[in-house]
């Protein structure tokens, strides 16, 4: 009862949108299965949602990468020229790009996990029979999953504590570090949306005794 006592705390916490009650709610031993039934089921959400929108499909995750990606370099081109050329710098010139760094890996490795880039071992797996492709095809999905709600739970754990320590971007006045921080748990419901997604194609495909392993193309299409 102890664990659905912490999950019912955990929820009302949430709803209260009090960063404190969300720190001290995500201290107890529920949070772990608060974290992998909230991971499980936005996951599934958010797959539903990709099912009616195919441009989210195709494109959410490599589009926040790219720009994030233009915003780190904008930010460091500037900076060079800011300091050589007009002997100044932004205090925040320093610190907001590894922010963005971190969100642009993130959300990178939801969306290789859909392309199947993370150590696929496809040369291995496709001299395996069928049974055992379909094994080692179930267990990534497992351990992604459990990846996942890790992360969900930890990054929370993680992000409550800064809001509720109004910690502040350094270099800024009032960036918040939360408001980086909580991508990463986000990244998490969507690299378990790409994990159920694999799952299902590998069920189709089993069942229809299509190719289980195909070779993983870092960048490719998914």
Excluded at 66 to 86: E, Q
Aim: aromatic content about 14%; hydrophobic content about 55%; some cysteine.
């Amino acid at each position: 009862m102890t664990l659905w006592s912490d999950m019912g705390a955990i929820f009302s916490a949430f709803a209260s949108l009090d960063s404190f009650e969300i720190r001290n709610a995500l201290r107890a031993d529920g949070a772990w299965l608060f974290g992998a039934v909230v991971t499980a089921v936005l996951g599934l959400l958010v797959l539903r949602i990709y099912r009616l929108v195919p441009w989210l499909d195709r494109h959410l995750e490599r589009s926040i990468m790219v720009y994030s990606y233009l915003a780190i370099a904008f930010i460091i081109f500037w900076g060079v020229i800011d300091r050589f050329v007009f002997s100044s710098q932004q205090p925040w010139s320093t610190t907001i790009p590894p922010l963005l760094f971190m969100i642009m890996a993130w959300f990178g490795a939801a969306f290789n996990v859909r392309l199947r880039t993370h150590l696929s071992f496809a040369e291995f797996r496709t001299a395996m029979p069928r049974s055992g492709q379909m094994a080692c095809l179930t267990l990534d999905a497992v351990l992604w999953f459990i990846f996942a709600v890790v992360m969900v739970v930890t990054t929370s754990r993680a992000t409550a504590l800064s809001a509720s320590n109004f910690q502040i971007v350094l270099g800024t006045d009032n960036t918040m570090q939360w408001w980086f921080l909580i991508t990463v748990p986000f990244s998490a419901i969507l690299m378990t949306a790409r994990v159920f997604e694999n799952v299902f194609e590998d069920i189709a495909n089993y069942r229809n005794g299509a190719p289980l392993i195909k070779q993983a193309v870092i960048g490719g299409d998914t």
